[in-house]
């Protein structure tokens, strides 16, 4: 008696376990199944691969260029930088103007360093723009320049 008692609420958690089962095995299909055919559409036209959700924005890369061809354009944009230097009146201005061309050029390996340092030198010339003369500071970043060159 104490046997059969026990194997009848067994067969209840049997059944309800099986129904429980059946449930999250058909949700996992569902969604499997859905997610698989939205995952990523390809353009017949054009080799683009297009994710759903996400605006195809046309994103303009930087041409791959030598070392030699880098370096070159590198030197050119930091002669251009410091020839640009004068149009500008205010000291704060200019400086900010300067920072963030330096941000811009792309440069080589071999340069990042330098770069670095003069970026570095920019911003705390910011820093203490209001105790330094424009004379001083446009000595300070015309030097900082060359010697981005050199």
């Known amino acids: 008696m ?15 376990g099986f129904i429980a089962l059946g449930i999250i095995v058909a949700v996992a299909i569902l969604l499997f199944s859905l ?9 017949q036209n054009s080799s683009q691969t297009e994710l759903p959700g996400i605006e195809n924005t046309n994103v303009q890369t930087a041409p791959s260029l ?4 880098l370096q070159t354009q590198y030197v050119s944009s ?3 930088l410091s020839g640009e230097l004068s149009s500008h009146v ?3 201005e200019m400086l900010s103007f300067v920072e963030d061309s ?13 770069h670095l340092q003069a970026v570095l030198k920019i911003a705390q010339l910011r820093l203490e723009v209001s105790q ?13 320049l060359s010697g981005l060159i050199q």
Do not use: G, H
């Open 2 to 16: 104490f046997f059969r008692k026990n194997n009848q609420s067994s067969l209840i958690f049997f059944v309800f």
């Open 35 to 43: 997610f698989s055919k939205s995952k990523v559409a390809v353009d």
């Open 66 to 69: 030598t070392p030699e061809q």
């Open 78 to 80: 930091v002669e251009k």
């Open 90 to 92: 205010q000291k704060d």
């Open 102 to 114: 330096l941000l811009q050029i792309r440069m080589p390996m071999e340069y990042r360093d330098r």
């Open 132 to 144: 330094k003369s424009d004379e001083e500071i446009n000595t300070s970043v015309a030097e900082i």
